[in-house]
């Protein structure tokens, strides 16, 4: 195992490029887009219903952090969908909201959803005080959850009616893990690609008749693409805490922690490709096809809590990235426990002994 | 020492290795000659346990390889047909890499670098990286090793492959003097019949997968006692000749060169008084009508009616 170790510190060394190029570009791309305001995007909104404008609905859309919804005239808002000024415009109604859509975008989704659980929402208070039959503590409870809206509570308090689905938007976190967890697959991929090379060029073939135990073979491997990767998550979030001058909300240490079995699983997969594809050239195809896809569908590039349709979510359960970001956000951004995290820790491990030995499996099958 | 029975390798229709019975005896050099695609490098690869065989076994010292691998590769140094090393590493730490695969550590280590470097004249190109390296070089690095471990057993495959003559001539030289200093059993493997002849005691032949001769140099040549190999050369050669002499029932083989032309016939035909009269009717001017001793490459010709290199 030295000696696989010691082959592939020394081509490192001579090659360090990927490396530090993915390093690089995870600093730049998140200097870029992380440090400017929250991504949002504005709304052009009007009513017909006049009392609307002073109700919990109106409220609501105030304060979401995400959508600007900006009040205008009936008349200003179609003119702006039609001319393509916005993509969409809002036309609220007492318990009802209709859609402008003049450009059919994800925006749309994002809008409906946004609006359909202020409904919702709106919906539950008034059962709720239909329920209570006594008139004056209906009053009381009414102005006491106007009160709490008014004290801008409302969100702690909503979020026991929606439970998980509600999320806080941190941008800046939001693009430092992203991308970290994003181009580290770069560097791991291209650390085990040395595997097809070696394979491409008979060097694997030495190695298997060499006395060299294999499994000593397949942890030399992995542990060199491990450190490899986990290097480079290291450097990046030390120069994000110590020169951008990040706070993290939670101690550096346990960020760095839970990155260990997301890298793990990110090596194990990319071994896993290695095993099944035939040349140099697909693996060249595959890894950057994949790793964006599992970056847009995981929530590397956008909060996953965007993510509506259902295959979508499905998949996104799959891929390593999903548990990599619910890590990296319950720590810094909830400040859960790692015993709160036990279950993407747990399933980031058994993603990676799984795929670990697919890809053993897989790559011995040709050899006696 | 080592032997072949029956190996087959198929890859769905195509039989890469068919039915090979083949044997090395202690301190052999033992050649393996064949076309492009006549199974030699699939054949090696079955030999050294690389791969599985579809039929058949290799047993070494009597015992089969296939399910305990561990004896052979231990003393088995193989010489890959394409270069095998890491190019953006130098020639000694390619060395120093293989040598730990192989359980060498420190002074030992150390001590057989230096000791196949200067086997393989390279000590002074040590520190350079490999894919600096010229062709001769890189194939001279990738013979050194497998001889780190001090195998008993030199598998190469078709090692002297693109390179200039000297560095050609230096590998054999090597080779010979291996086996003749340290006893190594070789099997070399080749297309090119004067390696073959200069180095190997015993020689196989495949083509199309299939074994076509065995035996001692001497045993192989007498295949062809029968017959006679003439080399005819010409002033200019035009298509009425060469269509003339394979019309000829007597002449068995011909091939062309530039201005020459090779043909086989039996001993008791009258060949030159054949020739000139063929020569006379097309018209061509004869320069010498030369009756060769046989080479590999004739018997080669004999048997599959083709050059062993195209
Ligand atoms: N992995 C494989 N899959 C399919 N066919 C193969 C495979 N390996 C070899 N073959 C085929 O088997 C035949 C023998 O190949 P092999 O490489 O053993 O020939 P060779 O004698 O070494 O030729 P060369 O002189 O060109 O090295 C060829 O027709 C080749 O295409
Ligand atoms: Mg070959």
Same mark, same amino acid.
């Given at each position: 195992?030295?000696?696989? +170790? %010691? ?18 570009? /995870? &600093? ?38 995400? !959508? ?31 859609? @402008?859509?003049?450009?059919?975008? *994800? ?6 959803? /946004? ?25 009381? +409870? ?30 800046? %976190? ?5 991308? /970290?967890? %994003? ?9 085990? %690609? ?13 190695? &298997? ?21 986990? $290097? ?24 760095? $922690? ?28 595959? !890894? ?14 956008? *909060?996953?809590? @965007? ?5 979508? @979510? ?12 619910? +890590? ?41 | ?64 390889? $296939? ?27 390619? @060395? ?43 194939? #001279? ?5 497998? +001889? ?19 560095? #050609? ?19 070399? =493997? ?32 007498? !295949? ?19 269509? #003339? ?10 091939? =062309? ?36 001793? =046989? ?16």
């Amino acid at each position: 195992m030295n000696g696989v +170790l %010691f082959a592939k510190i020394k081509l490192f060394i001579r090659t360090p490029w990927t490396f530090v190029i993915m390093t690089a570009m /995870t &600093i730049l791309f998140t200097l870029i887009l992380g440090t400017s305001n929250p991504a949002t995007f504005q709304v052009p909104v009007y009513s017909l219903d006049n009392s609307l404008e002073d109700s919990l609905i109106y409220k609501a859309l105030q304060d979401n952090k995400f !959508i600007q919804f900006q009040w205008r005239s009936m008349e200003s808002t179609k003119q702006k969908v039609k001319k393509g000024k916005a993509e969409l415009g809002v036309e609220l109604s007492a318990n009802d909201f209709k859609i @402008l859509v003049g450009v059919n975008s *994800p925006k749309v989704s994002i809008v409906e959803h /946004t609006l359909q659980e202020i409904y919702m929402d709106k919906l539950k208070q008034e059962k709720m005080l239909k329920g209570i039959k006594d008139k004056k503590t209906r009053i009381e +409870l009414k102005e006491q959850l106007e009160d709490i809206a008014a004290h801008a509570v409302f969100h702690i308090q909503t979020m026991e009616f929606k439970g998980e689905e509600d999320f806080i938007y941190n941008n800046l %976190f939001q693009r430092v893990f992203g991308f /970290t967890l %994003f181009f580290v697959i770069y560097t791991i991929a291209y650390n085990v %690609f040395h595997i097809l090379i070696e394979k491409r060029d008979g060097i694997w073939d030495r190695i &298997i008749l060499s006395p060299i135990k294999r499994w000593e073979m397949y942890t030399g491997n992995l542990v060199y693409s491990f450190v490899a990767g986990y $290097l480079q998550i290291i450097i990046v979030f030390l120069i994000f805490h110590f020169i951008v001058g990040i706070e993290f909300n939670a101690s550096l240490w346990k960020l760095l $922690l839970v990155m260990i079995p997301y890298v793990f699983a990110i090596v194990a997969l990319t071994i896993l490709i290695t095993a099944l594809v035939k040349t140099v050239q697909q693996f060249n195809a595959i !890894i950057p096809m994949l790793s964006v896809s599992m970056a847009m569908v995981g929530g590397a590039f956008w *909060p996953i809590e @965007l993510v509506q349709s259902k295959p979508l @979510l499905m998949i996104a359960d799959l891929i390593p990235i999903t548990y990599g970001m619910e +890590l990296l956000n319950g720590i810094a951004i909830y400040n859960y426990s790692l015993e709160q995290l036990f279950s993407p820790l747990s399933i980031l491990l058994l993603m990676g002994v799984g795929m670990t030995g697919i890809a053993i499996h897989f790559m011995e099958r040709r050899y006696i | 020492m080592l032997e072949l029975a029956r190996l087959t390798k198929r890859y769905k229709q195509l039989y890469a290795v068919k039915g090979l019975n083949m044997f090395i005896e202690k301190g052999e050099i033992v050649g393996l000659l064949g076309p492009n695609g006549a199974g030699k490098s699939t054949a090696i690869s079955m030999l050294s346990s690389l791969i599985e065989p579809t039929e058949g076994d290799v047993r070494f010292h009597g015992k089969s390889i $296939l399910k305990s691998p561990g004896e052979l590769r231990k003393v088995t140094g193989i010489v890959p047909q394409e270069i095998a090393l890491y190019p953006e590493l130098s020639a000694e730490e390619n @060395l120093q890499f293989f040598g730990r695969i192989y359980q060498l550590k420190g002074k030992q280590l150390k001590q057989r670098i230096e000791e196949v470097l200067e086997l393989i004249g390279l000590q002074e190109k040590r520190k350079e990286v490999v894919k600096k390296f010229s062709g001769g070089m890189k194939r #001279r690095l990738n013979i050194g090793v497998a +001889l780190l471990h001090q195998p008993s057993l030199l598998i190469m495959d078709e090692p002297t492959v693109g390179i200039d003559p000297q560095s #050609r001539s230096y590998i054999l030289e090597t080779v010979k003097r291996l086996n003749e200093e340290k006893g190594m059993t070789v099997l070399y =493997t080749s297309h090119y019949m004067e390696e073959v002849e200069f180095l190997c005691d015993r020689i196989y032949i495949m083509d199309k997968g299939n074994l076509i001769a065995a035996g001692t140099k001497e045993e192989i040549k007498q !295949i062809l006692t029968s017959e006679t190999t003439v080399l005819i050369k010409v002033e200019q050669l035009n298509e009425k000749f060469v269509q #003339r002499l394979q019309a000829e029932p007597s002449i068995h083989q011909v091939s =062309t060169g530039e201005n020459e032309v090779t043909v086989i016939v039996p001993k008791e035909i009258p060949v030159f008084k054949l020739i000139l009269n063929i020569a006379e009717h097309t018209d061509i001017e004869l320069l010498s009508i030369e009756m060769k001793a =046989t080479t590999l490459e004739d018997v080669f010709l004999h048997l599959t009616g083709r050059a062993l290199r195209d």
